[in-house]
Nanobody
Framework: QVQLVESGGGLVQPGGSLRLSCAAS????????MSWYRQAPGKERELVAT????????DYADSVKGRFTISRDNAKNTLYLQMNRLKPEDTAVYYC?????????????WGQGTQVTVSS
């Protein structure tokens, strides 16, 4: 049974940084492309960043490009999202999930997510 557990969220001031983690189990992690999505209150869930299974190729939403970095440690079955220069509009619940290489096709299930709040 696939299980994804996100962690690392919290309250941070604008301009600050956070590092999210996603621990995967029940799946051959190194065979799976992975993505981070986020959902802000009252908005649809949106794709933030994608990593191919090897980590050799990554892609980002325009809104986070240059500020966020997706990475993975296949030996630890863990996906990361380093978030720098955070803005209030980055406030959302962040989720990791298995996806296609584009990030647009999702293969469930979702984890419980981790809340990121950017506020002064």
């Amino acid at each position: 049974q696939v299980q994804l557990v996100e962690s690392g969220g919290g309250l941070v001031q604008p301009g600050g940084s956070l590092r999210l983690s996603c621990a995967a189990s029940g799946v051959t992690f190194s065979s799976n492309h992975m993505s981070w999505y986020r959902q802000a209150p009252g908005k649809e869930r949106e794709l933030v960043a994608t990593s191919t299974n090897s980590g050799g190729s990554t892609d980002y939403a325009d809104s986070v490009k240059g500020r966020f970095t997706i990475s993975r440690d296949n030996a630890k079955n863990t996906l990361y999202l380093q978030m720098n220069r955070l803005k209030p509009e980055d406030t959302a619940v962040y989720y990791c999930i298995r996806t296609s290489s584009s990030g647009k096709t999702r293969f469930g299930p979702w984890g419980q997510g981790t809340q990121v709040t950017v506020s002064s």
